[in-house]
């Protein structure tokens, strides 16, 4: 992805370039239509600066999701629905049974289990 950043970058240069050479061109229309050429360059090498961020992004999440080894979410189903606290359950603690907090990185569902002695 950073290619398109170079070539777009060359695009621009290129402008640059017939911007130069175009002093010496005595045609308002050509220079208009330089000009409103540089501007849509540079306004495409900002979007896809913007493109490249977000997809590396997404990347990081994918392989977050598809690597994760959780258990499956009730929710989104992915495997991503992780156990982050235990402690003995408000009621039956005393005859042994704990009470799990589990959380899902993707979705944000949570829930807890009574897990039994
Ligand atoms: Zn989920």
């Given at each position: 992805?950073?290619?398109?950043?170079?070539?777009?970058?060359t695009?621009?240069?290129?402008a640059?370039?017939?911007r130069?050479?175009?002093?010496?061109i005595?045609?308002?229309?050509?220079?208009?239509?330089?000009?409103?050429?540089?501007?849509?360059?540079?306004?495409?090498k900002?979007?896809i600066?913007?493109?490249v961020?977000?997809n590396?992004?997404?990347?990081?999440k994918?392989?977050?999701?598809t690597?994760a080894?959780?258990?499956?979410?009730p929710?989104?189903?992915?495997?991503?629905?992780?156990?982050?606290?235990?402690r003995p359950?408000?009621?039956?603690?005393d005859?042994?049974?704990?009470?799990?907090?589990?959380?899902?990185?993707?979705?944000?569902?949570?829930?807890?289990?009574?897990?039994?002695?």
């Open positions: 992805m950073a290619d398109i950043l170079t070539t777009v970058s695009a621009i240069n290129l640059t370039r017939l130069e050479i175009g002093k010496n005595e045609d308002a229309e050509f220079k208009n239509l330089l000009a409103d050429l540089s501007l849509e360059l540079a306004d495409a900002l979007k600066a913007d493109l961020s977000e590396a992004s997404l990347k990081e994918l392989n977050e999701v690597s080894t959780g258990e499956r979410c929710s989104c189903n992915n495997r991503t629905f992780k156990i982050i606290s235990t359950h408000p009621t039956f603690g005859l042994g049974a704990k009470e799990r907090e589990y959380k899902c990185s993707t979705c944000g569902f949570e829930e807890s289990k009574l897990v039994d002695p």
